[in-house]
């Protein structure tokens, strides 16, 4: 009986270390993204994100964005984790590709 024990929690750590690799890996997303949005903004301000999806079968994310100090609606955003780059352009051909 206890032969089987062995290949069990071989198991539940294997989908342990796959399903908690990837809450931390999006977890680190949302800040690169808030970091680059405060880049681009060239502001100290907190970022917060909202309406994020997933695009492109995980490849992209499409949101919105606000500062701390912004009052206004949220303004939207597109992330590609390919390259790592952030779009705040809702004229740029890859946000209008990705989100619309």
Known sequence: MHNLYIPVVAILVAFAIIFGGQAISDSHVDDDIKSLISA???TDD??????????QKGYGVCGDYKTTAQREKALPFYYSK???????????????RHCE
């Open 82 to 96: 390919v390259n790592e780059r952030v779009v705040l352009d809702t004229d740029s051909r890859s946000y209008k």
């Open 46 to 55: 907190e970022i917060e994100l909202t309406a994020i999806k997933e695009v």
């Open 40 to 42: 681009g903004l060239d």
